[in-house]
């Protein structure tokens, strides 16, 4: 079994070595979070799922981060990697995996050469197969959504508006955000809302109270050890630096 240190000691690694998700990451516009934790008596797993837009991605993205004390399907790197890097890739990420998936499907989203913008003439996109018309200004504005060009739609307030009115098609389902999770784990907790550690101030796993407690419950089974107090702080308009770079 793995103690409640053990487990943010792996947390407060990956954060060291910049795999843990920061949600003011200056490469991404963060839109929607989630997070859940599974459990069996001898091993655990901790998903962290990040919605965004990166403008060198081209795409909104999916980013989901499995940690735990053992993994499956490992993203094999063999195809472009010597043995020797591979065994040392695989060394570095023992307790983490990443996988990036694309829920919103490419079509029109460009305006005057601006891959940021969405084309003046798109009037729906695609996510998981559905279609969804393409929010006006005031439906933005309704949601809370400040444009960042008063004459252009930008990719990332379509992405917070879908993360407001279509959340469960922008982030996983509970068979795919396991897709690294041992099949035997027990989900134990699924949260859209926590208060994460600010990782650019210092704050690391191990010092987020948040953290502590899902610590303890993945060390114990006992879900009522997760009792915040401090209000969440998951919700994008608490990182506006994010995809500032």
């Not at 379509?158 to 982030?171: E, I, M, N, P, Q």
């Amino acid at each position: 079994m793995w103690s409640a240190d053990r487990i943010l000691k792996v947390l407060d690694g990956c954060a060291a070595d910049y795999w843990f998700p920061m949600l003011d990451n200056g490469y991404v516009y963060l839109a929607a979070t989630r997070l859940s934790l599974h459990r069996s008596y001898a091993d655990w797993a901790l998903v962290i799922e990040v919605f965004g837009y990166s403008p060198r991605a081209g795409l909104p993205d999916l980013h989901v981060s499995t940690f735990g004390s053992r993994l499956r399907d490992r993203d094999d790197p063999a195809d472009h990697r010597t043995p020797e890097a591979r065994a040392h890739y695989l060394a570095c990420h023992l307790h983490d995996e990443h996988r990036f998936f694309a829920p919103i499907a490419d079509g029109p989203r460009l305006a005057h050469g601006d891959c940021n913008s969405v084309a003046d003439d798109a009037r729906t996109v695609v996510v998981r197969g559905r279609t969804v018309d393409v929010p006006s200004r005031d439906t933005l504005a309704s949601h809370g959504i400040v444009l960042d060009d008063p004459h252009h739609i930008r990719v990332w307030e379509v992405c917070r508006y879908l993360a407001d009115t279509h959340r469960g098609l922008v982030l996983r389902t509970p068979d795919e955000r396991r897709v690294n999770v041992p099949q035997e784990l027990e989900e134990l907790l699924v949260l859209d809302e926590w208060r994460h550690p600010d990782l650019l101030r210092g704050e690391k796993p191990s010092t987020a109270a948040a953290f502590i407690a899902f610590a303890d419950v993945l060390a114990s089974g006992d879900v009522t050890r997760y009792a915040p107090t401090a209000p969440p702080n998951t919700h994008w308009s608490h990182w506006p630096e994010g995809g500032m770079l």
